[in-house]
């Protein structure tokens, strides 16, 4: 199975600043029409998952501009261009280029 | 509203069976890719069982194949999930999701594995 790998798994930032977190794949995600199944998913408490970013890069509707996704291959970013109150919450990668599809141990944002 | 609400957790003996059920609503349930995945207490997720939007193709983790079944409902816009053959490692919160140009997940169901 492809592992994917986090970090940090706990992430303090302050308000206003920028935050990064990192997810890396055991096999590359490249798929065979040049894509890859990469998605960033955040959970607030009590919630269920949201998606925020698929295909590495595409924001989903209604998800705020400060958030982007990057990466190729087996090495892929989420960034929050400026942390706001509402971004606290776990965040996680998923990639569904190999089945099974496995997912990221998960991140928590702490403001 | 978009919702997707599960049903059918509880506690099982090892070896017994349950039976899962996800009511989808507020969107077209049937033109997504349906999911069970699920969350081991202090575990990380993992994907269970996935089925293709026409239902021609079902996926299972290794390590549920031949004991769970993946299902589906169009008339009733639900998804099943058949387990069979239970085990104490199969102790996990549920969740049914749905993934096509929009992404939803219910909020799990408890399944508890356990004499």
């Known amino acids: 199975d492809v592992v994917m790998t986090q970090s940090p798994l706990s992430l303090p930032v302050t308000l206003g600043q920028p935050a990064s977190i990192s997810c890396r794949s055991s096999?590359?995600?490249?798929?065979?029409?040049?894509?890859?199944?990469l998605e960033w998913f955040q959970q607030r408490p009590g919630q269920s998952p949201r998606r925020l970013i698929y295909g590495v890069s595409n924001r989903d509707s209604g998800v705020p501009d400060r958030f982007s996704g990057s990466g190729s291959g087996t090495d892929f970013t989420l960034k929050i261009s400026t942390v706001e109150a509402e971004d606290a919450g776990v965040y996680f990668c998923?990639?569904?280029?190999?089945?099974?599809?496995?997912f990221g141990q998960g991140t928590k944002l702490e403001i | 509203e978009v919702q997707l609400v599960e049903s059918g957790g509880g506690l099982v003996q090892p070896g017994g069976s349950l039976r899962l059920s996800c009511a989808a609503s507020?969107?077209?349930?049937?033109?997504?890719?349906k999911n069970w995945v699920r969350q081991a207490p202090g575990k990380g997720l993992e994907w269970v069982a996935n089925?293709?939007?026409?239902?021609?193709?079902?996926r299972y983790v290794d390590s549920v194949k031949g004991r769970f079944t993946i299902s589906r409902d169009n008339a009733k816009n639900s998804l099943y999930l058949q387990m069979n053959s239970l085990r104490a490692e199969d102790t996990a919160v549920y969740y049914c999701?749905?993934?096509?140009?929009?992404?939803?997940w219910g909020q799990g169901t408890l399944v508890t594995v356990s004499s």
């Open positions: 096999q590359s995600l490249m798929y065979s029409d040049g894509g890859a199944y």
């Open positions: 999701a749905a993934w096509g140009s929009s992404v939803h």
């Open positions: 089925m293709k939007p026409d239902g021609s193709e079902k």
């Open positions: 507020g969107f077209d349930f049937s033109n997504h890719w």
């Open positions: 998923i990639q569904y280029t190999h089945w099974p599809h496995t």
